[in-house]
């Protein structure tokens, strides 16, 4: 159980465009889903958590009309990077919680690799 | 396990040994611990948590030791396999916080 799907896995596109992400829980209801950015060699950096139905709260440096973050239901959370630049460029992940993410395990997708050219 | 910049701790394994990965956490009113598997390329994976009212908990070749004391967290993988070659990350749940605070991570390499 507890099975969170992203995608794409991979996107490469040309700089300006904006590129979609999609974060599913299978088989359970998230009522917070996390989105992360994660660098080579270094560990998860958490760019805004968000709670079905209500607006996402960024953290501190992430421009929140960059990355657009929606959580319009229980099982799906969506994050559009804006007009994306190659300092985009990342490994992008997902994870969902079912109650507000405290003193439960956050399950992750597999992440969206994102290369702007 | 703990690292400063770009460069990850790298335990290195032989298969067959028992590994002990270490992470020492920065809060001392977390009351929440978990440990994660991330292979290249993929999402991490959870392993196993441990909530601050115990100090040891078993599962399937894994243990975890929590030392409040030292705000001390390990995880112990007995008899090491080449699967088991991954980063490892430890995170841990500042109850104001509502989020998870993950450690660097340590790259572990499991040699035959």
């Known amino acids: 159980g507890a099975v969170v799907s992203q995608h794409p896995s991979r996107v490469i596109c040309k700089s300006g465009t904006s590129v979609k992400i999609e974060c599913r829980s299978l088989?359970?209801?998230?009522?917070?889903m996390f989105w992360y950015r994660q660098f080579p060699k270094q560990s998860l950096m958490l760019m805004a958590t968000?709670?079905?139905?209500?607006?996402?709260?960024?953290e501190q440096g992430v421009e929140k009309d960059k990355f657009l973050i929606n959580h319009a239901s229980l099982t799906l959370s969506t994050l559009t990077v804006t007009s994306a630049h190659p300092e985009d460029s990342s490994f992008y992940i997902c994870?969902?919680?079912?109650?507000?993410?405290?003193?439960?395990?956050?399950?992750f997708g597999d992440g969206t690799r994102l290369s702007i050219l | 396990g703990e690292s400063v910049g770009l460069h990850l701790p790298t335990l290195s394994v032989q298969e067959g040994d028992n590994s002990i990965i270490n992470c020492a956490y920065s809060?001392?009113?977390?009351?929440?611990f978990i440990w994660y598997k991330q292979e290249s390329g993929k999402g991490p994976q959870f392993i196993i948590d441990?909530?601050?009212?115990?100090d040891k908990r078993q599962g399937q070749r894994v243990t975890v030791l929590l030392n409040k004391t030292v705000k001390h967290l390990s995880l112990q993988i007995a008899a090491t396999q080449p699967g088991d070659s991954a980063v490892y990350f430890c995170?841990?749940?500042?109850?104001?916080?509502?989020?998870?605070?993950f450690g660097a991570g340590t790259q572990v390499v499991v040699t035959p």
């Open positions: 994870s969902a919680a079912t109650g507000g993410g405290s003193n439960q395990p956050q399950h």
């Open positions: 088989d359970f209801q998230a009522t917070t």
């Open positions: 968000s709670n079905e139905g209500s607006k996402a709260t960024y």
């Open positions: 809060n001392s009113a977390s009351d929440y």
């Open positions: 441990i909530r601050s009212n115990m």
């Open positions: 995170a841990e749940n500042p109850p104001s916080w509502g989020k998870l605070q």
